[in-house]
């Protein structure tokens, strides 16, 4: 049997003729006005079909002709925008703990600048001890200007808790609430923590509401900015009122 057509061996022939297109009947001649001058050309059994026509090659497949598989486009360089919520709840929490250290960090700030009224507060009782300790007195002015009556007393020493001890202190003026009676570094350490609390709360507003991540220089900016603000803004509120 021939392996192309399943015919017999003998029955196909080696060669079959093949016509070749002439000019004249691409002009619109039919098949049986073509001349004689047309000649035949005789194709091997192996390059046609079984009606005689040629055996084309089938087009190479896509791989062959340089195909490279196309990849995912790039990811945007632009993050998407953040989700509120979050940020709404982080801005919250964030300008409140602020506020409070802002707050608490005020007068001591004045104090350690030497914005001041040097005085006496004598203690009317103090209860609970270390950071705990909670004492009240009365503070009276070294110039007599003023006297502040049932002001909480900051600093007290150890051994001179008892009531009626008259301890040396200091007052931003006559409608502050307390009067500070530490001396050396430790009127320090009443205002620098707090207001280093507020610049990590600013740059947690600034990180958690997504401002740095918006598209856009001008709008990151503007964001950035306003982020800052609402911190500053609380703390020379508060200084101001300490004053």
């Known amino acids: 049997m021939e392996p192309t057509t399943g015919a017999p061996v003998d029955a196909v022939p080696r060669r079959v003729p093949v016509r070749q297109q002439s000019r004249l009947q691409r002009e619109g001649r039919s098949d049986g006005d073509t001349p004689d001058d047309v000649a035949a050309f005789w194709a091997p059994i192996e390059e046609v079909h ?17 195909f490279r598989p196309v990849g995912r486009p790039a990811p945007s360089r632009t993050a998407p925008p953040p989700d509120p919520l979050p940020g709404l709840a982080a801005l919250v929490t964030l300008s409140l703990v602020a506020a409070f250290f802002a707050w608490v960090s005020a ?9 001041a009224r040097v005085g006496t507060v004598v203690l009317d ?33 150890a051994g001179e808790k008892a009531s009626g001890t008259s301890v040396p ?12 009676a530490d001396t050396g570094v430790g009127r320090h350490l009443l205002w620098l923590p707090g207001l280093l609390v507020v610049l990590a709360c600013t740059a947690g507003i600034v990180r958690w509401t997504g401002s740095a991540r918006l598209p856009g220089r001008r709008h990151r900016r503007w964001a950035v900015t306003a982020a800052i603000a609402g911190p500053v803004l609380i703390t020379v509120g508060f200084l101001a009122f300490a004053w």
Do not use: N
């Not at 950071?131 to 002015?141: I, K, S, W």
């Not at 409608?175 to 500070?180: E, K, L």
């Open 50 to 66: 079984w009606d005689g026509t040629p055996v084309r090659e089938d087009p190479a497949p896509s791989g062959d002709r340089g």
């Open 107 to 115: 007068g001591p700030f004045w104090l350690a600048v030497g914005h």
């Open 125 to 157: 009782g103090c209860t609970g001890d270390g950071l705990t300790q909670r004492c009240r007195g009365t503070f009276t002015a070294d110039d007599g200007r003023f006297i502040a009556h049932g002001v909480r007393v900051s600093g007290v020493p």
């Open 169 to 180: 202190a200091r007052m931003t003026g006559p409608d502050a609430g307390t009067a500070y």
